[in-house]
């Protein structure tokens, strides 16, 4: 994952769900170490906050692209 992480050049939104039982917010936090400019939203959510929460995660979503945009 470090390797691939480093040859990656573009932004990254790691969405990541607070009560994850199989990915923890630990595995998230490895992520962002391999690539710093990662931005890490933390939901109150398990394994897919895109299904449990998805007003949260749109909300957030929409506003990370606009920054990307930006």
Sequence with gaps: ?????????????LLWGEADPWMS???????????????LALVD???????ETPEVVNEIMAAWVKTVLA
């Design 1 to 13: 994952l470090d390797v691939l992480l480093g040859q990656l050049h573009k932004p990254l939104l």
């Design 25 to 39: 917010v630990a595995k998230a936090q490895k992520m962002q170490q391999f690539y710093p400019q990662a931005q």
């Design 45 to 51: 959510a398990g394994h897919c906050p895109h299904d």
